[in-house]
Structure formats: C-alpha cells, structure tokens
C-alpha cells in the first residue's frame, strides 16, 4: 500500500529520453515534481538577460567540473544551449562522464518560450505574464491544448491519480476492516479464555470448601469416647 495517498495523485514519471520536447518539462514543472534539474550551458551574460525558470547557469567550459561537483550522476537533467549543435555537445559531455539520465531540450529557450513556459532575468522580467502565469488551471488546460498528439494529456494524468487515490483508500479500508476483525477474534479468544480459568478456579475452590466440610463432620475416634469410664 502506499503510504502517502496524496501522493498517488501525480502521474510516474517514464524514463527520461535521450531528446525530450519542451512540453514534457512544461508538464513535470507544473506537477511540481523536484526529481530532476535543468542546465543552460550558454554563457552567463545570456542566462541573465533570460532563462527558463529555475535553471542552473552552467556555461559549458565549466559544466562537468559543476556538475561533478553537485550532482548525482541518477539525475534526470534537462540541458539546452544556444542552439542544438551546442545543446548536444553539452549532453555528451555529461553522459561521458557518467551521469546517466540526460536529455536534450528540443529547441531550448525560444522552444520554451513559446509554448508560455516561466522564465526569469533581466529582458523576461519586462515581459508581461501571460494569461496563465498565475493560475494552475489554465496553465493545466492550456497544456493540453498544446500537447502532441499521441502524449498525455493533463486532464488524463488527472484522472489517473485521482484513480490511484481512489485504489489506495479502498485497500486502506480494506486492511483496517481486517485489523479490526483480526483484533476482535482475538478478544473473543482472550475473554473466552479468562471465563474458563475463572470457572475452574471457581470448581476448584467449591470442591475444596467440600472438602473441608465433610472432614470436620467426621466422628471422634473411639478411644475418646471412653475417656473417664
């Protein structure tokens, strides 16, 4: 059983893959799953005019070093660059050197960006919000308006953790109704148990009491009657 219900709500994870589409990030940084970390190996003064949010800078000359340093090598990691020849030449770099779950943001920053992924720095913080920026729901939906054919969908992911939700608490039911039998019968036996001790004890006890009563009822010797005469 799962221990934690709530849990059950938010979809697995599949593996991560070699190249994943900006869609696939888009929809796990929307769960809020923390498992994973994104890298933008461009140099640091693009990264703070604009990056996807929550990014690590990581500018490529420097990102094994780095990410040695930081990382566990079971991450999954999403990495971009300026542009795709430099996106695959920093996922090589980290899969030479061990790290094992590396994917390749397909289209990197402008990719992100236009399908109204969050970012942050200088230029993106004189951007307007759009229309989803604040609210779960539509962000949720207009996910799955953008969302390849062929992917799932939020309201999907929805449906399947709230199914798992529901799977968990009827088997939490199931095994509390079977504590509670279990504690029950052995009550029973327990109580069961203590009344018959109780009535040997009390047969016991009546049948010395009788004992003792027919022995005090037991004639003189005869010697003692004779006594005197």
Do not use: C
């Not at 990197?108 to 942050?120: D, V």
């Amino acid at each position: 059983m799962v221990n934690n219900l709530v849990g059950g709500i938010i979809p697995p994870q599949p593996p991560i893959e070699a190249q994943s589409d900006v869609h696939v990030l888009k929809t796990r940084l929307e769960w809020g799953e923390p498992a994973f970390t994104i890298l933008d190996v461009r140099d640091r003064t693009t990264f703070n005019q604009g990056h996807i949010l929550g990014a690590m800078p990581t500018p490529i000359d420097e990102l094994v070093e780095r990410a040695l340093s930081s990382l566990d090598k079971s991450r999954d990691i999403y990495v971009y660059g300026a542009n795709e020849e430099e996106t695959a030449q920093a996922a090589q770099q980290l899969r030479s050197n061990g790290f094992e779950h590396v994917s390749q943001l397909k289209g990197g920053l402008a990719a992100w960006k236009a399908i109204g992924g969050p970012t942050e720095g200088i230029v993106e913080s004189k951007t307007p919000p759009g229309a989803d920026d604040y609210n779960i729901v539509d962000r949720l939906k207009n996910n799955q308006e953008i969302q390849p054919k062929g992917g799932t969908s939020a309201t999907e992911a929805i449906k399947k953790g709230a199914s798992n939700l529901k799977e968990n608490i009827q088997e939490g039911a199931s095994n509390l109704k079977e504590n509670i039998q279990e504690g029950a019968s052995n009550l029973k036996e327990g109580i069961q148990e203590k009344a018959s001790n109780l009535k040997e004890g009390i047969q016991e006890g009546a049948s010395n009491i009788k004992e003792g009563v027919s022995e005090s009822k037991t004639p003189k010797d005869t010697d003692d009657s004779n006594v005197g005469s």
